[in-house]
């Protein structure tokens, strides 16, 4: 079964420095992909990164990176100079296959939900 | 770029009646809808996938008979909640796929039963 695991269900990081959100996932799929989003109060999703299974570097987008460990599984989430309007929920998501049919679905983690401190 | 237009961004309705949610690509064709619903502090549950023209694919649990998702066009989906009671008040938000992420996402539905 396809599966998206965050263990830390909340984090605090100083104004400015670098935080690392962890995700690991569960798939048996060969060709997937995964996403990190960001859901601030308002209840918006918003795209960050994402990172195809096959892609050989890790995917970067301004201060968002993806430490991307596919022996591992993992796919976390490093956000650098943190920034106050960075304090919000952060979903890892992962693009998986559906079983007999030919199209795919995106399911999500529990979420980490993180507090920049001034 | 690619925007989903979703109606309405908040309702309350009484127990017993029914509610529509709207869910509209404005500039692509979505020929594949998601739906998830949001407990307060959870993650997004998907629901359905909905593709034009056909029936919706419920997710395990879900009743297909109180959330009924149509796909009638490649730019519209909806869901309606029937029957809604208290329980069913959720943060319901729908996603099509397209756009340059792969996925674009509605705003957002907060939906009160009362």
């Known amino acids: 079964a396809q599966k998206i695991t965050q263990t830390q269900p909340g984090m605090f990081v100083q104004e400015k420095e670098a935080v690392t959100l962890d995700c690991t996932y569960d798939t048996s799929d060969q060709s997937y992909g995964l996403f990190w989003y960001k859901q601030p109060s308002s209840g918006e999703m918003i795209f960050l990164i994402y990172q195809g299974s096959y892609d050989e570097q890790n995917a970067t987008e301004g201060r968002y990176s993806l430490n991307f460990q596919k022996a591992r599984k993992s796919a976390n989430l490093v956000i650098s100079a943190s920034q106050l309007g960075d304090s919000a929920m952060y979903f890892c998501?992962?693009?998986?296959?559906?079983?007999?049919?030919?199209?795919?679905?995106?399911?999500f983690g529990p979420g980490t939900s993180l507090s920049v401190i001034p | 770029g690619a925007v989903v237009s979703q109606h309405p961004s908040r309702v309350i309705c009484k127990s017993g009646t029914s509610v529509k949610i709207e869910c509209r690509s404005l500039d692509f064709q979505a020929t594949t809808m998601f739906w998830y619903r949001q407990f307060p502090k959870q993650s997004l549950m998907l629901m359905a996938t909905s593709n034009e023209g056909s029936k919706a694919t419920y997710e395990q649990g879900v009743e297909k008979d109180k959330f009924l998702i149509n796909h009638a066009s490649l730019t519209l989906s909806t869901l309606t909640v029937t029957s809604a009671h208290p329980e069913d008040s959720s943060f319901y938000i729908c996603?099509?796929?397209?756009?340059?992420?792969?996925?674009?996402f509605g705003s957002g539905t907060r939906l009160t039963v009362v």
């Open positions: 996603s099509a796929r397209g756009g340059m992420t792969g996925y674009t």
């Open positions: 998501a992962m693009r998986a296959l559906v079983l007999k049919t030919s199209y795919d679905k995106v399911i």
